[in-house]
């Protein structure tokens, strides 16, 4: 009986470790940014610019990973303010109104867009 239950008791804990590391990589919003910038057409000092903001918006995605559960939905939606705000003082509006579609895709589709 008390193998059953450790038995039981390490499959609960190995599930529960693949969901956070699973949980974790939902949170991963790095992207390959040679491909970002052909898809919005950066110019040079653009694609440093994004390739920066991007990187602070992985950043704050990655804590909002690591935060508890209560925390973390307001710390998606700050980083994505956050990253919205920024990408729209960098971007034209025909490359911001893209990169909106791309993002909320990527969000969509990691069940983060509330």
């Known amino acids: ?11 609960t804990t190995m599930f529960a470790e693949d969901e956070k590391v699973n949980s974790t990589n ?7 940014m040679r491909k970002l910038g052909e ?10 610019s994004v390739k920066d903001i991007h ?9 909002a990973a690591n935060a508890g559960k209560e ?26 109104q893209k990169y909106l579609l791309l993002l909320n895709t990527t969000l969509n589709n990691r069940g983060l867009n509330k």
């Open 1 to 11: 009986m008390i193998l059953v239950v450790a038995a039981v008791l390490s499959m």
């Open 26 to 32: 939902v949170y991963d919003m790095r992207v390959n």
């Open 39 to 48: 898809a919005l057409s950066l110019s040079l000092d653009q694609e440093q």
């Open 55 to 63: 990187k602070e918006f992985c950043a704050e995605m990655q804590n």
């Open 71 to 96: 925390e973390r939905d307001e710390m998606v939606a700050k980083a994505v303010h956050k990253d919205v705000t920024y990408m729209r003082y960098v971007l034209s509006r025909k490359q911001f």
